[in-house]
C-alpha cells in the first residue's frame, strides 16, 4: 500500500530542491548527487515521531532490484533521521528510482550480507570509505526489497 500522508519538506534548500525536481520529472532530472554524476535514488520514509512524510535522495546502489540504504550522514557520529524512521517503521518506505515508485520493507544487514552489500556501496560512492574511517560508529547498511503487489 502507497505511503500516504502529509509530506514535510527538508530543511534544506538544495535536498527540497532535488526531490521536487526529481518528482516533477519522473527522476530525467536531478537524479545524481549535486555535482558528482552519481546517481541518487528517491526514499521516502515516515517520521518516527510526527508522522510525516521525509523524502530522502540517497546513493544509488542497487542489485538485481534491491537497494542500499547507507545511514552514514558524512561520517557525523550520529545516525540520519531516516534510519531512525526505518528503525520505528521498516515497512514504510517507498523507493523511487524512475519515474514509478514502489512500496518496499527494509532490513539492517549484518556479517557476510552487510559487507558484500557495503563493498557494492563504496564502488557506487567511494567517499562512504572515507565516512567509515571518520566516525566511531559501524555505518548501518539497509537493504530495501520490493514488497510484492
Known amino acids: 500500500m502507497p505511503l500516504t500522508g502529509e509530506y514535510e519538506p527538508s530543511p534544506e534548500q538544495w ?3 532535488q526531490v521536487e525536481t526529481y518528482e516533477r520529472t519522473g527522476g530525467r532530472e536531478a537524479n545524481t548527487l549535486r555535482d558528482t554524476g552519481l546517481p541518487v535514488a528517491l526514499f521516502t520514509t515516515r517520521g518516527a515521531k510526527s508522522g510525516k512524510l521525509r523524502k530522502t535522495p540517497l546513493m544509488r546502489v542497487e542489485h538485481e ?10 561520517g557525523a557520529p550520529q545516525h540520519p533521521q531516516w534510519y531512525r524512521n526505518l528503525q520505528a ?12 515508485p514502489f512500496d518496499a520493507v527494509a532490513r539492517e544487514l549484518s556479517g557476510a550480507e552487510r559487507d558484500e552489500w557495503w563493498e557494492r556501496a563504496v564502488a557506487a560512492f567511494p567517499p ?3 565516512y567509515q574511517v571518520k566516525t566511531d560508529r559501524l555505518i548501518p547498511v539497509l537493504l530495501a526489497e520490493r514488497v510484492a503487489d
Not at 532490484?65 to 558524512?74: D, H, I, M, P, Q
Not at 517503521?89 to 528510482?97: C, F, H, K, N, Y
Open 89 to 100: 517503521d521498516p515497512t514504510a518506505l517507498m523507493v523511487q528510482d524512475g519515474p514509478e
Open 128 to 130: 562512504y570509505a572515507e
Open 15 to 17: 535536498v527540497r530542491e
Open 65 to 74: 532490484g534491491a537497494y542500499a540504504l547507507v545511514a552514514s550522514k558524512g
